[in-house]
């Protein structure tokens, strides 16, 4: 099967679990025989840049972003996009604020979403004859639904490819913005997934999220749990590691930073945990400098900056690195996930999660049984969940096997990859008859 991804990049400034979720997948579809290329908008998927090597990144960031502000960039000749594009610039531009930020960018994304409509039209029509020349795909799959502006013009191009469009966090982005913006993206999004042929929802907490924010057929609507490669994990014996907590997403307060930071210094004023550190990895954008300042503050002021880590490598070999120093993880998101691959990646290493009833950590905690969820996302509630873990050693060793057995049997990305291919078949029945 020819399959082409179509997948925004983050630049690698930060842990972007839906870049990891695209490209694990990638690999797995890879590694079973099929022909399967990534094709990066926005900016590179990750920071050494390995995906620019075949394939150009098409919607860069800074050339989309000054032709929406400035329509004199519309008319700009050629040699001046080739430079906007060019890795140092995307490189910069990972790193800038704003760049993750919905407040601000509501005109960009729905002339993203109008796709031939919007002023992004001549960026469509360089990656479909990119595509057309290089590609004949029978899969397309987007990444997300905020590139449905794509379909319409993909459909037209491509008559033959199932079109494909992956569920996860939309509403995160979308829901940001002010009641005018949002209404109107989501009635966009509905309108063009008209131009789509299946939709694939990555837990069953957002597939229900999905079909009430968008118009879609509920026999479009398929749910496939994403998934890791457990062998890519070394688990490193319980019994050998300090009793740390670790933090393993972008350093923001939407994804709880402040929290876990909070109900540590709480944690700090039991003797008990006078041995505990706080081991914290992700990365951040230019967004995030207040926090991260704001959290230092607390810290030193707590006599506690020098009881936290910032491990600053969180891409491969670093990665492993940063479970190997932790006995747990939680990561706190203010309002839940569709999913969270960092919780896969821990539970992967034998690190167990501390999570809160939100979205989908409950049904991910429940099919894995590597871990625990606490009632309210506060930071009283996470410093009793953490304290009752860290006093609890028995339970910890046991969550600590447990949660690995659960990535085996019900998260490998084999087992995932293999019920892909098949909703792909599946859709591709449907839409030829």
């Known amino acids: 099967m020819n399959i082409l991804q179509i997948i925004p990049g983050s630049g690698g400034s930060f842990y972007c679990g839906n870049c990891l979720r695209d490209d694990k997948f990638y690999l797995a579809l890879k590694k079973q025989g099929h022909q399967v290329t990534k094709l990066p908008m926005y900016l590179p998927l990750f920071s050494d840049e390995h995906d620019l090597n075949e394939v150009p990144v098409f919607y860069g960031a800074i050339s989309i972003y000054l032709k929406q502000l400035y329509p004199i960039f519309q008319k700009a000749p050629r040699w001046v996009d080739k430079i906007l594009n060019s890795k140092p610039m995307l490189k910069m531009a990972a790193s800038m604020a704003g760049s993750t930020n ?6 960009m994304t729905i002339s993203m979403l109008m796709g031939e409509e919007g002023k992004q039209k001549d960026e469509l029509h360089r990656m479909v004859s ?14 997300n639904a905020l590139l449905l502006g794509l379909a319409p013009k993909l459909r037209e191009e491509f008559p033959k490819a199932a079109i494909v469009c992956s569920l996860q966090d939309e509403d995160v982005w979308v829901d940001a913005m002010s009641d005018s913006f949002r209404n109107k993206i989501w009635n966009l999004m509905s309108e063009k997934s008209k131009s789509v042929d299946g939709f694939i929802a990555v837990s069953d907490f957002y597939a229900k999220v999905s079909l009430h924010k968008m118009n879609i057929p509920k026999s479009k609507l398929f749910i496939n749990h994403l998934g890791v490669e457990p062998n890519d994990y070394r688990v490193k014996a319980f019994d050998e590691k300090q009793r740390n907590i670790g933090y393993i997403s972008r350093m923001c307060e939407e994804n709880g930073f402040d929290i ?3 109900a540590f210094i709480l944690l700090k004023q039991d003797q008990e945990f006078e041995d505990v550190k706080l081991v914290l990895t992700g990365g951040s954008t230019g967004d995030d400098k207040k926090v991260l300042k704001e959290t230092e503050k607390k810290l030193k002021k707590a006599n506690l900056w020098k009881e936290v880590e910032f491990h600053d490598d969180f891409d491969g070999i670093g990665r492993h690195e940063f479970f190997d120093k932790v006995q747990m993880i939680s990561v706190p998101v203010r309002n839940g996930e569709a999913f969270g691959l ?6 992967a290493s034998g690190v167990p999660v501390v999570q809160p009833k939100l979205g989908a950590f409950p049904e991910i905690v429940a099919k894995s049984k590597g871990g625990i969820v606490y009632e309210n996302n506060s930071k009283e509630e996470l410093c009793s969940a953490l304290k009752s873990l860290l ?4 339970t910890m060793k046991q969550l600590s096997t447990l949660c690995r057995m659960g990535v085996e049997n019900e998260f490998n990305i084999l087992n995932q990859t293999e019920n892909l291919l098949s909703i792909y078949k599946q859709i591709n029945n449907n839409s030829s008859s």
């Not at 960092?342 to 539970?347: D, I, N, V």
């Open 130 to 143: 990119w595509m057309a020349e290089h590609l004949q795909p029978d899969v397309i799959h987007l990444s």
């Open 102 to 107: 919905a407040e601000g960018l509501e005109e």
């Open 260 to 262: 876990i930071i909070d």
């Open 391 to 394: 006093s609890d050693r028995k």
């Open 342 to 347: 960092y919780l896969l990646e821990s539970m």
